[in-house]
Nanobody, 119 residues
């Protein structure tokens, strides 16, 4: 029953901004980390950003200085604020979560949301 639902993708011009949201639902014992991957056309899947329960944050080099990941523990929600968007940011963005459900530690994935940046 654990589910991740992304929202916020769309079409934006270069230099613009978008904010992505990902809400986790279900009976979750503990969330260890949530983050965002993306897959661009012709490229491998890339970890964009991740935030850990202890507060640590990791960014891809391409995201540093432009993207900000944040979380709302009360809502089991993670956000990705994307600024100064470039055409190379065009990709399907996937939310991911590592969480303990019962006694099992598992990875969960959302269905993805399309971000298209026009030049």
């Amino acid at each position: 029953q654990v589910q991740l639902v992304e929202s916020g993708g769309g079409l934006v011009q270069a230099g613009g901004s978008l904010i992505l949201s990902c809400a986790a639902s279900g009976i979750i014992s503990s969330i260890y980390r949530m983050g965002w991957y993306r897959r661009a056309p012709g490229k491998q899947r890339e970890l964009v950003a991740a935030i850990f329960n202890g507060g640590s944050i990791n960014y891809a080099d391409s995201a540093k200085g432009r993207f900000v990941i944040s979380g709302d523990n009360a809502k089991n929600t993670v956000y990705l604020q994307m600024n100064s968007l470039k055409p190379d940011d065009t990709a399907v963005y996937y939310c991911t979560m590592m969480a303990r459900v019962g006694v099992s530690l598992n990875d969960y994935w959302g269905q993805g949301t399309q971000v298209t940046v026009s030049s």
